[in-house]
Protein backbone atom coordinates (compact mmCIF):
# COMPACT_ATOMS: atom_id res chain seq x y z
CA UNK A 1 0.00 0.00 0.00
CA UNK A 2 1.16 3.27 -0.81
CA UNK A 3 1.57 5.74 1.86
CA UNK A 4 2.37 8.74 -0.06
CA UNK A 5 -0.41 11.13 -0.30
CA UNK A 6 -0.85 14.37 -2.18
CA UNK A 7 0.28 16.36 1.15
CA UNK A 8 3.39 14.47 1.58
CA UNK A 9 4.67 15.66 -1.86
CA UNK A 10 3.63 19.35 -1.26
CA UNK A 11 5.46 19.25 2.10
CA UNK A 12 8.73 17.43 0.22
CA UNK A 13 8.75 20.50 -2.60
CA UNK A 14 7.92 23.14 -0.23
CA UNK A 15 12.17 22.24 0.60
CA UNK A 16 13.11 23.54 -3.06
CA UNK A 17 13.15 27.15 -2.90
CA UNK A 18 12.92 29.60 -5.78
CA UNK A 19 17.11 30.99 -5.65
CA UNK A 20 15.66 34.26 -7.33
CA UNK A 21 13.25 35.23 -4.85
CA UNK A 22 14.26 33.23 -1.52
CA UNK A 23 10.58 31.33 -1.24
CA UNK A 24 10.04 28.04 -1.49
CA UNK A 25 8.22 26.73 -5.04
CA UNK A 26 4.72 25.63 -3.35
CA UNK A 27 4.12 28.95 -1.34
CA UNK A 28 5.00 31.12 -4.56
CA UNK A 29 1.62 28.84 -6.15
CA UNK A 30 4.15 27.22 -8.90
CA UNK A 31 3.40 23.67 -8.26
CA UNK A 32 -0.04 23.13 -9.66
CA UNK A 33 -1.26 19.39 -8.83
CA UNK A 34 0.74 16.22 -7.43
CA UNK A 35 -0.76 12.91 -8.72
CA UNK A 36 0.31 9.60 -6.81
CA UNK A 37 -0.91 6.46 -7.85
CA UNK A 38 -1.44 3.11 -6.09
CA UNK A 39 2.47 2.27 -6.94
CA UNK A 40 3.53 5.13 -4.99
CA UNK A 41 4.45 6.81 -8.60
CA UNK A 42 4.22 10.76 -8.53
CA UNK A 43 3.60 13.13 -11.66
CA UNK A 44 4.73 16.79 -10.52
CA UNK A 45 2.71 19.67 -12.36
CA UNK A 46 4.69 22.83 -12.26
CA UNK A 47 5.31 25.68 -13.86
CA UNK A 48 7.81 28.40 -13.04
CA UNK A 49 7.69 32.22 -13.04
CA UNK A 50 8.80 32.83 -16.66
CA UNK A 51 9.15 30.78 -19.67
CA UNK A 52 12.92 31.83 -20.08
CA UNK A 53 13.78 31.04 -16.99
CA UNK A 54 17.64 30.11 -17.01
CA UNK A 55 17.58 27.34 -13.85
CA UNK A 56 14.17 25.71 -15.62
CA UNK A 57 16.42 21.91 -15.26
CA UNK A 58 18.08 22.79 -12.38
CA UNK A 59 14.33 23.61 -10.51
CA UNK A 60 12.33 20.76 -12.33
CA UNK A 61 15.77 18.08 -11.22
CA UNK A 62 15.28 20.20 -7.68
CA UNK A 63 11.44 19.35 -7.59
CA UNK A 64 12.56 15.24 -8.56
CA UNK A 65 15.14 14.82 -6.11
CA UNK A 66 12.59 16.22 -3.12
CA UNK A 67 10.10 13.82 -3.53
CA UNK A 68 12.98 11.22 -4.68
CA UNK A 69 13.65 11.39 -1.00
CA UNK A 70 9.69 10.46 0.29
CA UNK A 71 10.27 6.68 1.57
CA UNK A 72 8.58 3.86 -0.56
CA UNK A 73 8.47 6.41 -3.75
CA UNK A 74 8.23 4.48 -6.66
CA UNK A 75 8.86 6.83 -10.35
CA UNK A 76 9.17 10.65 -10.17
CA UNK A 77 7.59 12.72 -13.24
CA UNK A 78 7.63 16.13 -13.08
CA UNK A 79 6.17 18.15 -15.92
CA UNK A 80 6.22 21.69 -16.57
CA UNK A 81 3.45 23.50 -17.86
CA UNK A 82 2.77 27.02 -18.96
CA UNK A 83 -1.20 27.34 -19.25
CA UNK A 84 -1.85 29.17 -16.98
CA UNK A 85 0.60 31.22 -16.87
CA UNK A 86 2.10 31.89 -13.47
CA UNK A 87 1.50 35.11 -11.97
CA UNK A 88 2.47 36.79 -8.12
CA UNK A 89 -1.87 36.19 -6.92
CA UNK A 90 -1.03 32.53 -7.43
CA UNK A 91 1.33 32.83 -4.06
CA UNK A 92 0.75 32.85 -0.45
CA UNK A 93 -0.20 35.91 1.03
CA UNK A 94 3.35 36.46 2.76
CA UNK A 95 5.19 36.03 -0.47
CA UNK A 96 2.71 38.65 -2.19
CA UNK A 97 3.59 41.05 0.50
CA UNK A 98 7.29 40.72 0.01
CA UNK A 99 7.12 41.14 -4.12
CA UNK A 100 5.09 44.07 -4.03
CA UNK A 101 2.36 42.04 -5.08
CA UNK A 102 -0.01 42.22 -2.57
Given at each position: ????????A????S???????????V?????Y????DE?????V??T?????C??HQM???????????????G?????????P??NI??A???????L??A
Open positions: MCNITKETFEAITVIDPEVGFNLEMGLIDVIVACNVHVMLSTQGPLIKQWVQEAVEKLEGVTVEVEVVWKAWSMDENVKQAGG
